[in-house]
């Protein structure tokens, strides 16, 4: 299973940017996926979970301000950023718990940094 993000970059605060995290391979079901990120010097951390059946759930610093979603028939999750907030500034990564040729495992995408500054 290869996982690729798209769609970080650098915008000012008050701005938009869409992450996107396409799976590939041999893939019977995606689970559970959801976003991470880590600032520099932070810990990894939760910013939105979203179920097999569609079920969400955000950070607090995110809620009201980004949007998961999927689509299974692309295999792809995506994260909808608006209001942005110098705080958002991190690497972001997907992951997903994925049952594959390989066996059921858990994935991590390779991070893609958002940067949110005037």
């Known amino acids: 299973v290869q996982l690729v993000e798209s769609g970080g970059g650098s915008v000012q605060p008050g701005g938009s940017l869409r992450l996107s995290c396409v799976f590939s391979?041999?893939?019977?079901?995606?689970?559970?996926m959801g976003w991470y990120r880590q600032a520099p010097g932070k810990q990894r951390e939760l910013v939105a979970q979203i179920t097999s059946s569609r079920r969400t759930n955000y950070s607090d610093s995110v809620k009201g301000r980004f949007t998961i979603s999927r689509d299974n028939s692309k295999n792809t999750v995506y994260l909808e950023m608006n209001s942005l907030k110098p705080d958002d500034t991190a690497v972001y990564y997907c992951n997903a718990d994925v049952a594959a040729t390989e066996g059921a495992l858990n994935y991590w995408g390779q991070g893609t940094q958002v940067t949110v500054s005037s």
């Open positions: 391979g041999h893939i019977f079901t995606i689970y559970d």
